[in-house]
């Protein structure tokens, strides 16, 4: 229901953000919902990297992801906000749980480094490095306010990134498909395993070794079972080694099969 | 009928019709990028479809026919003299693009027919099946089999990527052309025949720090963005010259744009994937790298630095400066250390990477025209160097350990003159064109007042100097061992490589001057 | 146009009651209707028609003990049916089920939240309802679960390329997309010219786009993890697939996913291809149709024939094996939507230019039939001549002239018949010889 809500919230501040944004100004819900997601974003993004099971860390990759996408409806761009679920937690984070999943639950990074103090040094390094971003960022951005973006939605949202993809940016998006085609291309020439005609085993010659000569094309006895013999006549073992007459049927035993008759049947040789 | 009330129903509103119109596109112009992009398709679609035996054959073709062509598209268009800014103002064909593109070009032929060879090697220098596990029985079958033909096809898109990376007058374009022509090679380094593990690290290793290059790039365009409100280079000149702008924007965006391409052109601070990718690529892939993507990555450089930012100058050319000399002197004085060829012939890359920057950095015409020529003297004997490694071999595939070469020139006096030839170029001797390209950029420099840089740059051109003379000392003068490895016989397509790169680098160093004239003329951006 | 909060607040508590209700109704429906397609009633004991059956089961399955198995990633695995739940409701909040009405005073129009982006908000929920799946499967930490989570995995990503295609389509007529407007696009007919005379075409999508409409209603069938595409919990298979070790309230909240996001898919079929709330033709002449509060009940009405219709597969067609689904999605469905976009585009491009239109027209449509057909012509492979041996396709199957052996027990019956057999057992044996 909090997605719903914040549709619905979404919904009038959509309609209500390019005055306000135009005039330099936030909306007070916009500064709620952002105060609400930042932390929950950067949250996620430290939980990614400090999350030792690989699908927790894609789960927090997740949330950080879905916050960001909120932000863009938030700021007037749905149209992106909504194409980042669908593409980018949608599909793409789905691909790697799909893979982890594949890789199996156990499977972590080895803590070992390699170089001496590495890890120290690179926290070091990566935190000083978001402290000069952040802090210029902050010095430069504290007194702007945004532009432009009236203008830029003027005939819609989607309207305006067909406009902006399709004239400017032609080129550019089209040659994007050469990217594509080369990704593919790559991942079939790192994965793909042709496999020579023959090795490959379909359902007619799997049915066909189980009934052949020799084999037992029956069901096995379930796990933990001794049976000698999965027939309905052969009664079940007591504790103490005796047969149990009560686990067969009453008119088996009127049958009165021999051991062969009762024994697994293999097909003929 | 069904049709008809199909398409009245689905006409589409006047509003929109009238509101999105299409640029101009000079097809003419962007054509030779068209036909490498096109004939990139076509080959994806023939190593689908066509027979087996006939891939090699017809990939190959495609490929240098499709780069024979885009160079007469190249000339024709050079000579018409056009120098425009098409698609909307977001590929710019202009002198410098041009003779990058036909440098790209160029180079890419002699690549290729590196990439074609298969006579040294049964099946080539390229994995047959790379998704088999290194080792394994399967892997092990496949020895002898033919290598991979859609590597042609990916050769074909990252030239063609280079050449829009050339011409991308828009920093979104520059950015995709940038992917382009990564991404291939990221894939091509993880095909090689031999070595499969150290091919593989290199491919991840080029792939993790360029996709890390890429998000700096990429969040640099963002900031640039917000401090111009365009991606356009010439609208951020205008608004770097307007200077009312965020200036904190624009010089943590420069420096962000500045990472991702100084990653590409292997200078110091972000060096450190080049020794360990040029060893594990394929050797062929590894030459395409040295001369193409270093053709490539400065000819962006140029057409940033001086199409957009060249009054901010005062502000980071120092910092530019800082780092030409650091790469010329650390690459100089990290190849004196190394015991492999291949990772001395990429730490003499970093050092040469320095050197264009000198070139860059005069901020003149006589640097455009000097680095323009450096950037092709230096492809050529890059990859008549690489050629000749993937000569020297014995049972296990190229013998690049340097205690592998002594006394090769006893053995095989041909190839060994001919690698000493090069190394000569690489130490600047009179003669080469190693000589007449130091000459340029250290000359345009001095012309800028850059004497810092063409002292270090001589400096570390000496101490450089070093580790080539040892090779050759070593190839004459010390005894052939009993594992010095035998040089195998050049095939058809090395041969012509090697014959290409050693002939073009006697020639720019006897009569540069019509390159010379060529780089000069083709100094003039357009934006 | 901004609704005031105690009608948004309405508005919310309406739909999440609408929704469950229905799923209520939706649980018996389904129930009734199979039973009857089987021949058999169907629930019929709690209240009328057993109509609070479901009711019923759901209050049992709330006091069922909960049941947290050791091995389980806790965290996830409470999480996972949340996230079902929550991705299910949230898409209906886009969908229009009425036009402007007055509730207290104020004008409203039925629906939660009107976004410029509406269809991709309901695309955006369904793809973070699969996480709940995937989820699920992983975090119980055991083998079936797993393997139906993988598979909804790749499920949902390959059926989903096909559904944003369909819908691609409808975006392209409607040149919008926001549920409100596709619906206002699919209001009134086109005029059109024949024989002299002043003829309303339809304007519902689902007679103008009637490939997208196909290819839409076979991918939310897989998106919403249906028979006969349920391979993530097939029971035959997999046990409950990814829910095999949920119970109580949190299975509960899967099930309470799995039939929302079915009206919600319902709900978005009717909004893009069913003209929405707008009535059908013959009512559509009754002047008052399209306005007050009617159109939600022409919106239900649809609505509850979409259900049926999940119903109907679900009775009459077999799961189909996994490749074979991979192969309709990405080998069919997809390659089907993009051959039908580029063929709408060329339409469009034709209608543009009036001179060479009819040629246009005609060229491509011919091209498009020529490679539709050339897809989907069935390719015939050569019937192997059959031998005694070989059954169905080559497949061992038990010859159709198979002699049944005869009884072991029959010689018993004449030895004891004739006083030699044993004594015992004979009075039984003679019960079993005429049920034979």
Same mark, same amino acid.
């Given at each position: 229901m909090i997605l719903a809500q914040t549709v619905a919230a979404a919904g009038p501040a959509l309609d209500a953000a390019p005055a306000l944004a135009a005039a330099g100004d936030v909306s007070v819900g916009e500064q709620v919902v952002f105060w609400i997601l930042a932390p929950v974003a950067l949250g996620g993004a430290i939980g990614m990297v400090a999350a030792r099971n690989a699908v927790h860390s894609a789960l927090f990759l997740v949330t950080t992801m879905f916050a960001l996408a909120v932000f863009y409806v938030l700021q007037a761009g749905p149209f992106i906000g909504m194409v980042q679920i669908i593409v980018y937690t949608g599909a793409i984070m789905m691909l790697f749980l799909f893979v982890l999943m594949l890789v199996g *639950? $156990?499977?972590?990074?080895?803590? #070992? $480094?390699?170089? *001496? /103090?590495q890890r120290m040094a690179a926290i070091g390094l990566g935190i000083g490095f978001a402290l000069l971003v952040a802090s210029a960022l902050t010095r430069g951005l504290g007194a702007v306010s945004a532009q432009g973006l009236e203008e830029a939605n003027r005939g819609g949202n989607v309207e305006g990134i067909a406009a902006v993809l399709f004239t400017r940016y032609i080129f550019a998006f089209e040659v994007t498909s050469a990217l594509l085609i080369t990704a593919a291309v790559g991942a079939m020439v790192l994965a793909h395993v042709e496999r020579p005609k023959g090795m490959k085993v379909s359902q007619k010659e799997r049915s066909r070794a189980r009934f052949a $000569? /020799?084999?037992?094309?029956g069901m096995k006895a379930g796990p933990g079972v001794f049976a000698t013999s999965d027939s309905v006549a052969t009664p079940a073992l007591l504790p103490d080694g005796g047969e149990s007459? @009560?686990? #067969?049927? @009453?008119?088996?035993?009127? @049958? /009165?099969?021999?051991s062969a008759e009762a024994a697994p049947k293999h097909t003929e040789r | 009928m069904a049709a008809e009330v199909l398409a009245r129903s689905l006409a589409e509103p006047a509003v929109l019709a009238a509101d999105v119109k299409l640029p101009d596109i000079d097809y003419l112009a962007i054509a030779p990028m068209l036909v490498l992009f096109g004939a990139a398709c076509v080959g994806v679609l023939a190593a689908a479809f066509v027979p087996q035996r006939l891939r090699y054959r017809v990939q190959v073709s495609l490929v240098i026919g499709a780069l024979l062509v885009a160079l007469g598209l190249i000339v024709t268009v050079a000579r018409a003299g056009r120098a425009v800014a098409t698609a909307g103002g977001a590929i710019a064909i202009d002198g410098p693009a041009l003779f990058l593109q036909g440098s790209v070009a160029v180079l890419g032929v002699v690549a290729v027919l590196l990439i074609a060879e298969r006579s040294l090697e049964r099946g080539g220098a390229f994995v047959s099946r790379a998704s088999l596990t290194p080792g394994s029985a399967a892997d092990r079958d496949q020895a002898e089999q033919p290598g991979a033909t859609e590597v042609y096809p990916l050769v074909s898109f990252a030239l063609a990527g280079m050449m829009l990376f050339v011409s991308a007058n828009d920093l979104l374009t520059l950015f995709v052309a940038l992917e382009v022509f990564s991404l291939p090679l990221y894939l091509l380094c993880g095909l090689a025949r031999r070595r499969r593990l150290l091919s593989q690290e290199s491919a991840v290793k080029y792939f993790l720090l360029g996709a890390f290059s890429s998000a700096f790039f990429l969040y640099g365009v963002a900031l640039l963005y917000g401090f111009a409100g365009a991606t356009g280079l010439g609208a951020l000149r205008k608004a770097v010259q307007a200077g009312d702008g965020n200036t904190t924007l624009l010089f943590l965006g420069l420096a962000m744009l500045a990472v991702g391409l100084l990653f590409k052109v292997a200078a110091v601070p972000f060096h450190v994937w080049t020794p360990d990718v040029y060893q594990g690529a394929p050797t062929p892939i590894t030459a395409l790298m040295a001369a193409c993507t270093k053709v490539a990555a400065f000819g962006a450089l140029l057409r940033v630095f001086t199409v957009a930012f060249p009054v901010g100058a005062v502000d980071w050319r120092p910092v530019l400066v800082a780092i030409a000399i650091a790469t010329m002197l650390v690459g100089a004085v990290l190849a004196v250390t190394q015991t492999d060829i291949k990772r001395l012939l990429a730490y003499s890359s970093i050092a040469n990477a320095g050197y264009v920057l000198t070139g860059v950095l005069a901020l003149s015409a006589a640097g455009v025209a000097g680095s323009l020529f450096y950037l092709v003297a230096y492809g050529f004997v890059v990859l008549a160097a690489f050629g000749v490694v993937t000569l020297v071999r014995d049972a296990d595939g190229e013998a690049t350990h340097l205690s592998r070469w002594a006394g090769l020139g006893r053995r095989s006096p041909l190839v060994a003159g001919v690698f000493t030839f090069l190394m000569m170029a690489f130490a600047g001797i009179p003669l080469t064109s190693g000589f007449t390209s130091k000459f340029a950029v250290f000359s345009a420099a001095l012309g800028s007042g850059q004497v810092t840089l063409v002292v270090v740059g001589v400096l570390s051109s000496a101490v450089l100097a070093f580790p080539y003379l040892r090779v050759v000392v070593l190839m004459y003068l010390s005894e052939p061992a009993e594992d010095t490895p035998t040089v195998s016989l050049p095939g058809t397509l090395t041969a012509a490589a090697l014959a290409i790169g050693v002939l073009a680098t006697a020639l720019l160093g006897v009569a540069p001057a019509p390159v010379l004239d060529l780089a000069a003329k083709a100094v003039q951006f357009v934006s | 146009m901004i609704d005031v909060w105690w009608l948004l607040i309405l508005k919310v508590v309406g739909i999440f009651a609408f929704l469950v209700l229905v799923t209520l109704f939706t649980i018996w429906f389904e129930r009734r209707v199979v039973g009857r397609m089987q021949h058999r009633p169907g629930p019929n004991r709690v209240g009328p028609f057993g109509l609070l059956q479901s009711l019923a089961d759901g209050l049992k399955l709330a006091f069922k003990e909960d049941i947290l198995p050791r091995g389980v990633d806790r965290w996830v695995f409470v999480l996972a049916p949340v996230i079902s739940t929550t991705a299910a409701f949230t898409g209906f909040a886009v969908i229009p089920f009425g036009p402007e009405v007055s509730i207290f005073g104020e004008q409203t129009s039925l629906q939660l939240a009107e976004v410029p982006v509406g269809v991709l908000v309901v695309l955006a929920a369904s793809a973070m309802g699969v996480y709940g799946v995937v989820l699920a499967g992983w975090s119980s930490g055991s083998t079936y679960p797993l393997l139906g989570g993988m598979r909804s995995a790749a499920q949902m990503i390959s059926y989903e390329i096909g559904m944003g295609l369909s819908i691609v389509a409808v975006f392209m007529a409607a040149s919008t997309l926001s549920t409100r407007e596709i619906v206002a696009a699919q209001a009134d007919g086109t005029p059109y010219q024949l024989l002299g005379m002043d003829v309303q075409l339809p304007s519902w999508y689902v007679l103008l786009l009637f490939p997208s409409f196909l290819i839409f209603m076979i991918s939310i069938v897989g998106e919403t993890n249906r028979a006969p595409f349920d391979l993530a919990e097939a029971e035959s298979e997999l046990v409950g697939g990814f829910h095999t070790e949920y119970s109580s309230l949190k299975f509960a909240l899967f099930f309470l996913a799995e039939y929302v996001a079915m009206v919600v898919m319902s709900g978005l079929a009717v909004t893009m291809f069913l003209g929405g709330w707008h009535a059908p033709w013959p009512l559509s002449l009754w002047g008052e149709a399209n306005t007050g509060w009617w159109p939600f009940l022409w919106f239900t009405l649809k609505v509850m024939g979409f259900l049926f219709m999940f119903v109907w597969l679900r009775g009459t067609l077999p799961r189909l094996r996994y490749d074979q689904f991979m192969h309709l999605g990405w080998k069919v469905l997809v390659p089907a939507s993009l051959v039908w976009i580029i063929a709408i585009s060329g339409i469009r491009s034709a209608a543009r230019d009036e001179g060479d239109r009819a040629l246009w027209l005609t060229v491509l449509g011919l091209v498009f039939i020529a490679a539709l057909l050339g897809y989907l012509w069935p390719r015939r492979r050569p019937v192997p001549p059959a031998t005694a041996d070989s059954g169905a396709g080559g497949f061992p199957v038990p010859p159709l002239d198979l002699v049944v052996p005869p009884n072991p027990r029959a010689k018993r019956l004449a030895a004891t018949r004739a006083g030699t057999g044993p004594a015992s057992g004979s009075g039984e044996g003679a019960d079993d010889e005429k049920e034979v």
């Open positions: *639950r $156990e499977a972590s990074d080895s803590l #070992i $480094e390699t170089l *001496r /103090g $000569e /020799g084999s037992y094309p007459d @009560r686990s #067969i049927s @009453r008119v088996v035993p009127a @049958r /009165g099969l021999t | - | -």
